[in-house]
Protein backbone atom coordinates (compact mmCIF):
# COMPACT_ATOMS: atom_id res chain seq x y z
CA UNK A 1 0.00 0.00 0.00
CA UNK A 2 1.36 3.49 -0.72
CA UNK A 3 3.60 4.60 2.07
CA UNK A 4 0.61 2.71 4.67
CA UNK A 5 2.66 -0.38 4.46
CA UNK A 6 5.80 0.86 4.24
CA UNK A 7 6.44 0.49 7.72
CA UNK A 8 9.89 0.88 7.52
CA UNK A 9 12.12 -1.15 9.75
CA UNK A 10 13.64 0.54 12.91
CA UNK A 11 16.71 1.16 11.84
CA UNK A 12 15.58 3.02 9.20
CA UNK A 13 13.96 5.49 11.44
CA UNK A 14 17.62 6.25 13.57
CA UNK A 15 20.52 5.83 10.42
CA UNK A 16 18.22 6.44 7.15
CA UNK A 17 20.87 8.19 5.71
CA UNK A 18 23.30 5.05 5.96
CA UNK A 19 21.55 2.58 5.58
CA UNK A 20 22.05 -0.12 2.77
CA UNK A 21 19.60 -0.29 0.28
CA UNK A 22 19.28 -3.94 -0.62
CA UNK A 23 17.04 -5.57 -3.59
CA UNK A 24 13.72 -5.34 -1.39
CA UNK A 25 13.94 -1.73 -0.53
CA UNK A 26 14.57 -1.13 -4.62
CA UNK A 27 11.71 -2.59 -5.87
CA UNK A 28 9.86 -0.71 -3.30
CA UNK A 29 11.49 2.64 -4.51
CA UNK A 30 10.79 1.67 -7.99
CA UNK A 31 7.12 1.30 -6.87
CA UNK A 32 6.32 3.87 -5.35
CA UNK A 33 8.63 5.97 -7.87
CA UNK A 34 6.54 5.03 -10.98
CA UNK A 35 3.05 6.39 -8.70
CA UNK A 36 4.71 9.40 -8.26
CA UNK A 37 5.55 9.75 -11.84
CA UNK A 38 2.32 8.74 -13.24
CA UNK A 39 -0.25 9.19 -10.47
CA UNK A 40 0.66 13.06 -10.22
CA UNK A 41 0.07 14.18 -13.81
CA UNK A 42 -2.47 12.10 -13.87
CA UNK A 43 -4.84 13.06 -10.83
CA UNK A 44 -3.73 16.79 -11.10
CA UNK A 45 -5.30 16.25 -15.10
CA UNK A 46 -8.36 15.09 -13.23
CA UNK A 47 -8.43 17.66 -10.77
CA UNK A 48 -7.97 20.01 -13.41
CA UNK A 49 -10.62 19.07 -15.48
CA UNK A 50 -13.07 18.82 -12.34
CA UNK A 51 -12.18 22.67 -11.48
CA UNK A 52 -12.85 23.76 -15.15
CA UNK A 53 -16.08 22.44 -15.75
CA UNK A 54 -15.45 20.28 -18.39
CA UNK A 55 -16.98 16.95 -16.59
CA UNK A 56 -20.32 17.11 -14.77
CA UNK A 57 -19.55 20.02 -12.60
CA UNK A 58 -17.49 20.85 -9.32
CA UNK A 59 -20.43 20.42 -7.26
CA UNK A 60 -21.52 16.68 -8.80
CA UNK A 61 -18.15 15.48 -8.69
CA UNK A 62 -16.89 17.00 -5.23
CA UNK A 63 -16.12 13.87 -3.70
CA UNK A 64 -13.92 13.08 -6.35
CA UNK A 65 -12.32 16.13 -6.55
CA UNK A 66 -11.40 15.88 -3.28
CA UNK A 67 -10.38 11.97 -3.54
CA UNK A 68 -7.73 13.54 -6.69
CA UNK A 69 -6.41 16.02 -3.79
CA UNK A 70 -5.81 13.57 -1.57
CA UNK A 71 -4.43 11.03 -4.21
CA UNK A 72 -2.00 14.12 -5.22
CA UNK A 73 -0.96 14.60 -1.79
CA UNK A 74 -0.11 10.16 -1.99
CA UNK A 75 1.72 10.97 -5.31
CA UNK A 76 3.97 13.31 -3.42
CA UNK A 77 4.26 11.26 -0.40
CA UNK A 78 6.23 8.96 -2.70
CA UNK A 79 8.67 11.38 -3.83
CA UNK A 80 8.93 12.16 0.01
CA UNK A 81 9.90 8.23 0.83
CA UNK A 82 12.84 8.59 -1.64
CA UNK A 83 14.10 11.61 -0.96
CA UNK A 84 13.90 10.41 3.34
CA UNK A 85 16.12 7.39 2.05
CA UNK A 86 19.05 9.96 1.72
CA UNK A 87 18.08 13.05 3.68
CA UNK A 88 16.51 12.10 7.10
CA UNK A 89 14.70 15.44 7.30
CA UNK A 90 11.65 14.43 5.06
CA UNK A 91 11.10 11.65 7.21
CA UNK A 92 8.68 13.48 9.89
CA UNK A 93 6.85 14.92 6.59
CA UNK A 94 6.67 11.44 4.86
CA UNK A 95 5.32 9.83 8.76
CA UNK A 96 2.50 12.67 8.67
CA UNK A 97 1.39 11.95 4.85
CA UNK A 98 0.72 8.48 5.51
CA UNK A 99 -2.96 8.74 7.18
CA UNK A 100 -3.72 10.63 3.45
CA UNK A 101 -3.33 7.09 2.19
CA UNK A 102 -4.81 4.80 5.40
CA UNK A 103 -7.78 7.01 5.52
CA UNK A 104 -7.51 9.46 3.22
CA UNK A 105 -8.28 7.03 0.11
CA UNK A 106 -10.64 4.94 1.73
CA UNK A 107 -12.69 7.64 3.18
CA UNK A 108 -13.56 9.84 0.00
CA UNK A 109 -14.14 6.79 -1.80
CA UNK A 110 -16.25 5.74 0.71
CA UNK A 111 -18.51 8.98 0.31
CA UNK A 112 -18.35 8.20 -3.53
CA UNK A 113 -20.05 5.05 -3.18
CA UNK A 114 -22.56 6.18 -0.51
CA UNK A 115 -23.27 8.80 -2.74
CA UNK A 116 -24.19 6.26 -5.41
CA UNK A 117 -26.00 4.11 -3.14
CA UNK A 118 -28.23 7.06 -2.40
CA UNK A 119 -28.95 7.98 -6.24
CA UNK A 120 -30.28 4.73 -6.86
CA UNK A 121 -31.46 3.13 -3.99
CA UNK A 122 -32.68 6.03 -2.24
CA UNK A 123 -33.69 8.71 -5.07
CA UNK A 124 -35.64 10.72 -3.25
CA UNK A 125 -33.21 10.85 -0.14
CA UNK A 126 -30.17 11.96 -2.51
CA UNK A 127 -32.30 14.33 -3.97
CA UNK A 128 -32.94 16.38 -0.91
CA UNK A 129 -29.19 16.34 0.15
CA UNK A 130 -27.91 16.55 -3.73
CA UNK A 131 -27.28 20.59 -2.89
CA UNK A 132 -23.08 21.18 -2.74
CA UNK A 133 -23.10 22.69 1.14
CA UNK A 134 -23.79 18.95 1.86
CA UNK A 135 -20.82 17.70 -0.01
CA UNK A 136 -18.69 20.61 1.43
CA UNK A 137 -20.05 19.66 5.20
CA UNK A 138 -19.30 15.68 4.57
CA UNK A 139 -15.72 16.29 3.07
CA UNK A 140 -14.88 18.68 5.78
CA UNK A 141 -15.46 15.96 8.80
CA UNK A 142 -13.46 13.92 6.43
CA UNK A 143 -10.41 15.97 5.81
CA UNK A 144 -10.67 16.27 9.67
CA UNK A 145 -10.42 12.61 10.45
CA UNK A 146 -8.03 12.55 7.75
CA UNK A 147 -5.42 14.71 9.39
CA UNK A 148 -6.05 13.20 12.92
CA UNK A 149 -5.18 10.00 11.30
CA UNK A 150 -1.84 11.63 9.75
CA UNK A 151 -1.24 12.40 13.39
CA UNK A 152 -1.74 9.50 14.79
CA UNK A 153 0.16 7.32 12.09
CA UNK A 154 3.43 10.05 12.39
CA UNK A 155 3.20 9.35 16.65
CA UNK A 156 2.44 5.61 15.98
CA UNK A 157 5.49 4.97 13.86
CA UNK A 158 7.99 7.74 14.97
CA UNK A 159 8.01 5.70 18.29
CA UNK A 160 8.43 2.65 15.94
CA UNK A 161 5.37 0.82 17.13
CA UNK A 162 5.10 -1.23 13.65
CA UNK A 163 2.25 -3.36 14.91
CA UNK A 164 -0.05 -0.98 16.47
CA UNK A 165 0.12 0.51 13.17
CA UNK A 166 -0.84 -2.30 11.15
CA UNK A 167 -3.81 -2.47 13.63
CA UNK A 168 -4.65 0.60 12.89
CA UNK A 169 -4.39 0.38 9.10
CA UNK A 170 -6.61 -3.00 10.04
CA UNK A 171 -9.66 -1.69 11.31
CA UNK A 172 -10.06 1.59 9.14
CA UNK A 173 -9.98 -0.85 6.18
CA UNK A 174 -12.42 -3.65 7.01
CA UNK A 175 -14.79 -0.58 8.50
CA UNK A 176 -14.80 1.24 5.31
CA UNK A 177 -14.37 -1.80 2.66
CA UNK A 178 -17.45 -3.11 4.81
CA UNK A 179 -19.36 -0.26 4.32
CA UNK A 180 -18.49 0.56 0.38
CA UNK A 181 -18.65 -3.18 -0.53
CA UNK A 182 -22.47 -3.19 0.97
CA UNK A 183 -23.19 -0.31 -1.11
CA UNK A 184 -21.72 -1.24 -4.24
CA UNK A 185 -23.36 -4.89 -4.03
CA UNK A 186 -27.10 -3.05 -3.46
CA UNK A 187 -26.26 -0.68 -6.30
CA UNK A 188 -25.61 -3.81 -8.53
CA UNK A 189 -28.60 -5.28 -7.45
CA UNK A 190 -31.05 -2.25 -7.86
CA UNK A 191 -29.51 -1.82 -11.15
CA UNK A 192 -30.34 -5.62 -12.39
CA UNK A 193 -34.19 -5.11 -11.45
CA UNK A 194 -36.16 -3.95 -14.90
CA UNK A 195 -37.62 -0.62 -14.76
CA UNK A 196 -41.28 -0.24 -15.47
CA UNK A 197 -43.10 -1.02 -18.80
CA UNK A 198 -42.34 2.04 -20.94
CA UNK A 199 -42.37 2.63 -24.75
CA UNK A 200 -39.64 0.66 -26.21
CA UNK A 201 -37.20 3.11 -27.27
CA UNK A 202 -37.22 4.53 -23.78
CA UNK A 203 -36.65 1.39 -22.48
CA UNK A 204 -34.04 0.52 -24.67
CA UNK A 205 -32.06 3.93 -23.25
CA UNK A 206 -32.37 3.12 -19.70
CA UNK A 207 -31.27 -0.35 -20.42
CA UNK A 208 -28.80 1.53 -21.95
CA UNK A 209 -27.63 3.59 -19.05
CA UNK A 210 -27.82 1.02 -16.71
CA UNK A 211 -25.87 -1.23 -18.08
CA UNK A 212 -23.17 1.14 -18.42
CA UNK A 213 -23.57 2.20 -14.14
CA UNK A 214 -23.48 -1.45 -13.69
CA UNK A 215 -20.52 -2.38 -15.62
CA UNK A 216 -18.90 0.91 -13.51
CA UNK A 217 -20.36 -0.43 -10.69
CA UNK A 218 -18.81 -3.78 -11.09
CA UNK A 219 -15.35 -2.45 -11.99
CA UNK A 220 -15.60 -0.12 -8.68
CA UNK A 221 -16.47 -2.92 -6.69
CA UNK A 222 -13.80 -5.34 -7.72
CA UNK A 223 -10.94 -2.31 -7.64
CA UNK A 224 -12.09 -1.79 -3.65
CA UNK A 225 -11.39 -6.46 -3.45
CA UNK A 226 -8.30 -5.91 -5.06
CA UNK A 227 -7.07 -2.42 -3.01
CA UNK A 228 -7.83 -3.42 0.67
CA UNK A 229 -8.33 -7.33 0.50
CA UNK A 230 -4.45 -8.05 0.07
CA UNK A 231 -3.58 -5.34 2.70
CA UNK A 232 -6.12 -6.50 5.28
CA UNK A 233 -4.74 -9.91 4.87
CA UNK A 234 -0.95 -9.10 5.16
CA UNK A 235 -2.03 -7.05 7.86
CA UNK A 236 -3.95 -9.78 9.68
CA UNK A 237 -0.91 -12.21 9.57
CA UNK A 238 1.59 -9.51 10.74
CA UNK A 239 -0.57 -8.88 13.68
CA UNK A 240 -0.63 -12.37 14.16
CA UNK A 241 2.74 -13.38 14.07
CA UNK A 242 4.03 -10.13 15.69
CA UNK A 243 6.98 -9.40 12.84
CA UNK A 244 6.93 -7.51 9.49
CA UNK A 245 8.50 -8.64 6.53
CA UNK A 246 8.69 -6.17 3.32
CA UNK A 247 8.59 -9.38 1.22
CA UNK A 248 5.44 -10.65 2.47
CA UNK A 249 3.62 -7.07 2.05
CA UNK A 250 4.83 -6.66 -1.59
CA UNK A 251 1.60 -8.10 -2.88
CA UNK A 252 -0.69 -5.76 -1.41
CA UNK A 253 1.52 -3.15 -2.39
CA UNK A 254 1.43 -3.63 -6.23
CA UNK A 255 -2.30 -4.54 -5.80
CA UNK A 256 -2.73 -1.11 -4.23
CA UNK A 257 -0.45 1.14 -6.67
CA UNK A 258 -2.32 -0.37 -9.76
CA UNK A 259 -5.56 -0.20 -8.11
CA UNK A 260 -5.05 3.94 -7.59
CA UNK A 261 -4.62 4.62 -11.56
CA UNK A 262 -8.24 2.71 -11.95
CA UNK A 263 -10.91 6.02 -10.54
CA UNK A 264 -8.96 8.34 -12.57
CA UNK A 265 -9.16 6.26 -15.77
CA UNK A 266 -12.52 5.89 -15.33
CA UNK A 267 -13.17 9.32 -14.87
CA UNK A 268 -11.35 10.31 -18.15
CA UNK A 269 -12.97 7.37 -20.13
CA UNK A 270 -16.65 8.47 -18.64
CA UNK A 271 -15.66 11.81 -20.13
CA UNK A 272 -14.51 10.80 -24.06
CA UNK A 273 -10.75 11.84 -23.16
CA UNK A 274 -9.83 8.67 -24.43
CA UNK A 275 -12.12 8.77 -27.51
CA UNK A 276 -8.84 10.07 -29.39
CA UNK A 277 -7.01 6.62 -28.54
CA UNK A 278 -9.90 4.52 -29.95
CA UNK A 279 -10.46 6.63 -33.00
CA UNK A 280 -8.84 4.59 -36.19
Not at 7 to 17: G, H, K, L, V
Not at 30 to 44: A, E, M, N, R
Request: glycine share 4%.
Amino acid sequence: MINSVNFTAPEAFTNSTTQTIGLPESLEICVYFIYFLFGLPLHSYVLWLIITGTGSGVASEFFNLNLSVCEIANSLNCFFFVLSIWFSSHLTLKLFLIGLSVTGRPLFQCLMCVERYLAVVHPVTFLKFKPLRYRVICCTVAWIMTLGSCLCCMLILVSVNIIAHTRFVLLQFIFFLSIQLFCCFAVLRALKQSGPGERRREREEENNMKRRAFYLILITTVTLVITYVPVSISAFFTILGQQYSLLFWYPALFCYVLAGFVQPVLYLHQGGKFSCLCSP
